[in-house]
T-cell receptor
Framework: EAGVAQSPRYKIIEKRQSVAFWCNPISGHATLYWYQQILGQGPKLLIQFQNNGVVDDSQLPKDRFSAERLKGVDSTLKIQPAKLEDSAVYLC??????????FGSGTRLTVV | RKEVEQDPGPFNVPEGATVAFNCTYS??????FFWYRQDCRKEPKLLMS???SGNEDGRFTAQLNRASQYISLLIRDSKLSDSATYLCVVSNYNTDKLIFGTGTRLQVFP
């Protein structure tokens, strides 16, 4: 079974630039999550989708972050404009009750 | 107060040692509990679920104390390959959302 695919693996941008990350979950997993993991910390949930609807985006900085999951499959997370403190690993995960969580390998963002 | 609290370590132990990690959670509505392992520059991976009755998987034993809102992980006969960060995770069944602790770093030396 293919895992959760994310791209790009690494991204370096200047502050105030825009960036987008892509995630393809495991086939059949209705729930998709984006987590932000800052160095030395545990992952923090940014947004949770159930199919193509948002379940929880309470910790998403909506002034600069946006996410969508069209057709209930792939998802993109965008940051516009980026700040230095956005430097982190952005992890996508998908789940189905019977399977549990699977994380992608993440996108490491550096904002300079 | 953080929802899930862990000692960040690092714990430096020799091969063969027994080491224990503890974790506390603040939300009494939490219903599911896990330990995840995260290697350097890798994604978190499920190590084991934690059940009220306690559970064991080889050298790893997990315990849950709901009254004290406390979770533990015991690693016996530590191996060099156990070196990693161990993340304590809780979830409310209704939301499926995982709440992670900061993680405890373990370094096993020869």
């Amino acid at each position: 079974e293919a895992g959760v695919a994310q791209s790009p693996r690494y991204k370096i941008i200047e502050k105030r630039q825009s960036v987008a990350f892509w995630c393809n979950p495991i086939s059949g997993h209705a729930t998709l999550y984006w987590y932000q993991q800052i160095l030395g910390q545990g992952p923090k949930l940014l947004i949770q989708f159930q199919n193509n609807g948002v379940v929880d985006d309470s910790q998403l900085p909506k002034d600069r972050f946006s996410a969508e999951r069209l057709k209930g499959v792939d998802s993109t997370l965008k940051i516009q404009p980026a700040k230095l403190e956005d430097s982190a690993v952005y992890l996508c995960a998908s789940s189905r009750r019977t399977d549990g969580y699977t994380f992608g390998s993440g996108t490491r963002l550096t904002v300079v | 107060r953080k929802e899930v609290e862990q000692d960040p370590g690092p714990f430096n132990v020799p091969e063969g040692a027994t080491v224990a990690f503890n974790c506390t959670y603040s939300n009494s509505a939490s219903q599911s509990f896990f330990w995840y392992r995260q290697d350097c520059r890798k994604e978190p991976k499920l190590l084991m679920s934690v059940y009220s009755s306690g559970n064991e998987d080889g050298r790893f034993t997990a315990q849950l104390n709901r009254a004290s809102q406390y979770i533990s992980l015991l690693i016996r006969d530590s191996k060099l390959s156990d070196s990693a960060t161990y993340l304590c995770v809780v979830s409310n069944y209704n939301t499926d959302k995982l709440i992670f602790g900061t993680g405890t770093r373990l370094q096993v030396f020869p």
